[in-house]
């Protein structure tokens, strides 16, 4: 009765809604003209015609202002109507809509009305086909039925075993006997799947003991690597940042680890020269270091001059006959096993790094054979740099030593062992800068030796140069004593500077100059004045300012030097020059 009811309440909706579509496009057109020629009454009369429709309880008109006009005022809308919208569509504009409220309940009261009756006749015509069914069944089928349901409820899917339905049920040809067989095939089809699947279960569980082994060991692989180059990386690290000569001390650091990954009680580096061995660091520190003498030892020698690119591991109770004083060795010192890698420049071996066990073999594996490798390589890598740069230290200390020496013949006069000129004025300059920032003086002296050409014509060239010699022996003890500089500038002429000196310690220097020279009585006979070596002296006493250059002093000091010497030599004149402030204690 309930479709029923739904399908005459959805027809008589659907016969309304068509109805109304159809009614619809007249009313619109009547309406578009009414509303061009502003005619109320004929929308009302539209909008009244369609609310008196069937089922219609009420239209609403709503214009392009907003503007709301109803068919019936005073006829309420019930919360269950809904309405069907329809719209005034213009080529121009908006014109308006309309809103059809259906009257959902006449509707539903009249569907209701309908199936009433035709439901009753449906009502009694499924009770009595109802019974009907119910007495064949009971007769055919009720009782087979409780017996097979009898036995599938003997059916226990955690415990398979065999199991069988009757042959009087498997062997009817009806629907029964079909369903029997059925659930007799299907029950040896799930008996044959749970064996199938307890034994994949059971190879499940033994793959993943498997597996979990496997990644257990992996995983243990995995962090010993990471261990592994973290050693490497730190100990690359702490020689990148350390100094060259503390190479052996970060190894020592890293060694504790290494013997841990290479599960070892001792591990060496050596070093070796010819057949000697040097102990470059151990683990532990305090382990024995036994004397080592490779001169016997052919077989481990034949090994090394090979420059071999492996490791060998090497067992006592395996070393063979051609290796009689290897086994010795180590039984000797209480090595029952031990792995080497030779530490080479690729042509020649130099050292060997070397792990051992003493009780029992070492147990070895491909990881271990190469963190052993990349240990040795950075080791040999470490050898050679360390040997280059002591050969480059040596190299550029001799270096220094050559150019200091260079430096020296260049800068001294070969005679007589003086600075020459150049370093001479490089010493003026500083001294200039200085006595501008400190404001203090100055004083420089131009010397040569009188006639002294003439002692070369006269005297020979040879003897003019030993007096050249002891002259400048004699002016440099003068000098040193009045913490100047005395530089020979070329010939017979000589320079001298001296810092901080007034004007009276300035003419007493050059007072004891002269009388240094003369002290030495060195036969002149070409000199028509005294008849021995003498000098003259000009000199410039200042106290610079920024503005005083270096031949300016000079020019002036040697203008100086020829005053002296035309006013009768073996004399000296020193002058102030303007710039020198006034000093109340030694007034110019």
């Known amino acids: 009765m309930s479709v029923q009811i739904s399908i005459n309440y959805t027809h008589t909706v659907d016969a309304t809604k068509s109805t109304l579509e159809k009614r619809m496009d007249s009313t619109i057109s009547v309406v578009k003209d009414a509303i061009k020629k502003n005619d109320q009454t004929l929308i009302h009369q539209q909008l009244q015609s369609l609310a008196n429709m069937p089922y219609i309880r009420n239209v609403l008109f709503i214009d392009n202002d907003d503007r709301q006009q109803w068919a019936y005022i005073d006829k309420q809308l ?4 809904f309405f069907t919208q329809y719209n005034l569509n213009d080529a121009e504009d908006y014109s308006g809509s309309f809103k059809v409220f259906l009257d959902l309940k006449a509707i539903e009261d009249i569907a209701i009305e309908n199936a009433s009756s035709v439901a009753l006749i449906y009502l009694l015509e499924a009770i009595v086909i109802a019974l009907l069914l119910l007495f064949i069944v009971r007769r055919t089928f009720t009782s087979r039925m409780k017996v097979l349901a009898e036995h599938v409820d003997k059916i226990d899917l955690t415990n398979i075993g065999k199991f069988a339905i009757t042959q009087t049920l498997i062997k009817s040809k009806d629907e029964i006997g079909q369903v029997a067989k059925s659930i007799q095939a299907l029950y040896q089809r799930v008996r044959v799947d749970l064996i199938g699947k307890k034994l994949e279960e059971r190879t499940l569980r033994q793959h993943k003991t498997l597996l979990a082994e496997e990644v257990s060991i ?10 592994a180059n973290k050693l490497l990386a730190n100990l690359s690290l702490r020689l990148l940042s350390g100094h060259k000569t503390n190479i052996e001390h970060y190894v020592r650091l890293s060694m504790p680890q290494m013997a841990n990954l290479l599960k070892a009680d001792h591990i060496f580096w050596l070093s070796l020269d010819f057949n000697k ?14 004397e080592i003498d490779f001169s016997d030892m052919y077989k481990l020698k034949r090994w090394l001059m090979e420059v071999h690119n492996t490791a060998i591991i090497v067992d006592v109770d395996t070393l063979q006959s051609n290796a009689l004083t290897e086994r010795a060795f180590l039984k000797k010192v209480g090595i029952h096993s031990l792995a080497m890698f030779p530490l080479s420049d690729g042509h020649k071996s130099f050292g060997i790094f070397v792990v051992t066990k003493r009780q029992v073999s070492l147990q070895w594996n491909e990881n271990k054979s190469l963190l052993l490798k990349r240990f040795a390589t950075m080791l040999s890598e470490l050898t050679i740099r360390e040997r280059d740069h002591i050969a480059m230290t040596e190299l550029q200390e001799e270096l220094i030593l050559a150019n200091e020496r260079l430096r020296v013949e260049a800068e001294t006069d070969e005679l007589t062992r003086l ?6 004025r490089r010493l003026l300059n500083a001294a200039l800068y ?3 920032k400190e404001e203090s003086v100055l004083t420089i002296m131009m010397i040569d030796i009188d006639h002294f050409k003439a002692y070369n014509d006269i005297y020979g060239h040879l003897k003019g140069d030993k007096v050249l010699t002891y002259v400048a022996r004699t002016m440099n003890q003068v000098a040193t004593n009045l913490e100047g500089s005395i530089a020979r500038f070329g010939g ?22 002269c009388q240094a020279v003369r002290d030495l009585s060195i036969s002149h006979q070409g000199s028509r004045n005294s008849g021995i070596i003498t000098i003259s002296i000009g000199g410039v006493i ?13 020019e002036t000091a040697d203008q100086r030097l020829y005053n ?11 002058k102030r020059m303007d710039i020198v402030p006034k000093d109340t204690s030694h007034p110019f």
């Open 564 to 574: 002296a010497k035309r006013s009768g030599r073996n004399r000296a004149e020193i």
């Open 542 to 554: 200042c106290a610079p300012d920024s503005d005083t250059q270096p031949n300016q002093l000079l």
């Open 78 to 81: 019930l919360p269950t109507d």
């Open 492 to 513: 017979e002429e000589f320079a001298l500077l001296i810092k901080r000196c007034n004007y009276e310690q300035a003419q007493k220097a050059a007072w004891l100059l």
């Open 419 to 424: 600075l020459n000129r150049r370093p001479f």
């Open 277 to 290: 061995v040097i102990y470059r660091a151990s683990f532990p520190e305090n382990s024995d270091e036994p």
């Open 218 to 227: 992996r995983t243990q692989e995995l962090d010993w690597q990471n261990n």
């Open 434 to 436: 200085d006595a501008v």
